[in-house]
């Protein structure tokens, strides 16, 4: 936790400068893990991806080539979620960013839920054509396809699984929550697909993409607001701030203001201006909050209360 303490006015306050952040990598615990699992998942993807291209090229299959365009999406943002991480870690000690690079992974994941957000109404619209322009479907070519991109998308899912400590790192959560969403939507498509085929339901497989494309759209809603939450620098802690204003008026002192804000994944930063009619040290009120979770670099300014006749 940094220790540091802004100068106050010379007259009737009181203040001390008690040290600087020198290290301002505020990223995840589990950063080049991370990193690491989003790159092999890519590769899974990039392989996946081309043999379904060259097979439908090979084969003159549609639904091959559509399904390798559709992973190429999931390659898009596995790219977007890996060059995020890359950049973050490359840039940690660059002093062109005042609090680190922490929220790069928030501004990639907010990219990537924009993108499931399109997703789910290209879906929709293409699913609701299809209930009123309906088509022929070939089952015995689409359910083998569509169990086979089930079968890569969950070992995906499985290699990107959060970790207790990354539950913060949403660039590790808007990836995993990509393929999730597609996970369920194959499930969705192949329900669709066994009811057209064994039942006669030629409604059956767009109705399954109507759910898909709800369900999409309830994921990228989710992280929108997450990430926007962080990027706009909204209090991620009601809890935590109350704690730490309760610590910094302990003794009688009254914080008059108090800003927490998130710097990166498990990293949150505090800033309070504390005024009593005997302040102490700064270096003290820094001590009330070590040990909080998650509060990584604070700033402490101490004021001396206004006295009678004093200006």
């Not at 899974?44 to 549609?62: E, K, N, P, R, Y």
């Not at 924009?114 to 088509?135: C, D, K, M, N, Y």
């Not at 203001?257 to 003290?284: F, I, K, M, T």
Request: with cysteine; glycine share 10%; proline share 4%.
């Amino acid at each position: 936790m940094s220790r540091s303490a802004s100068a106050a006015e010379p007259t009737c306050s009181h203040a001390a400068l008690d040290g600087f952040q020198t290290d301002r990598a505020f990223l995840g615990a589990d950063h080049r893990r991370n990193e690491r699992r989003t790159w092999i998942v890519m590769g899974v993807c990039v392989v996946t991806l081309i043999a379904q291209v060259l097979g439908g090229l090979v084969f003159h299959s549609m639904a091959l080539t559509a399904s390798g365009l559709h992973m190429a999406a999931h390659v898009a943002a596995l790219l977007v979620a890996s060059g995020a991480y890359a950049l973050a870690r490359r840039h940690a000690s660059n002093p062109a960013f005042a609090f680190g690079t922490g929220k790069i992974g928030f501004l990639a994941g907010f990219a990537n839920a924009v993108v499931l957000g399109i997703t789910a109404i290209a879906i929709a619209v293409e699913s609701v054509q299809r209930l009123f322009s309906p088509e022929t479907v070939d089952y015995g070519s689409a359910l083998p396809l569509a169990v086979g991109g089930l079968a890569v998308t969950l070992v995906c899912v499985w290699l990107l699984k959060p970790t207790e400590h990354g539950r913060h790192d949403l660039n590790i959560s808007a990836a995993h929550l990509h393929l999730s969403a597609d996970a369920m939507v194959g499930v969705l498509a192949i329900g669709g697909l066994i009811a057209g085929q064994r039942l006669g339901w030629a409604w059956a497989d767009p109705a399954a993409g109507l759910a898909g494309a709800a369900l999409v759209a309830q994921f990228a809603v989710s992280l929108i607001r997450r990430a926007s939450s962080a990027l706009l620098d909204i209090n991620p802690s009601p809890e935590l701030t109350a704690e730490v204003r309760a610590r910094l008026e302990a003794d009688g002192e009254r914080v008059v203001d108090l800003h927490l804000w998130r710097l990166g994944p498990g990293h949150n930063a505090a800033v309070a201006v504390v005024e009593a009619a005997a302040p102490q040290a700064p270096e003290a009120y820094h001590a009330r909050l070590r040990g909080l979770e998650g509060l990584s670099h604070v700033t402490v300014e101490v004021r001396t209360a206004k006295l009678p006749g004093c200006p």
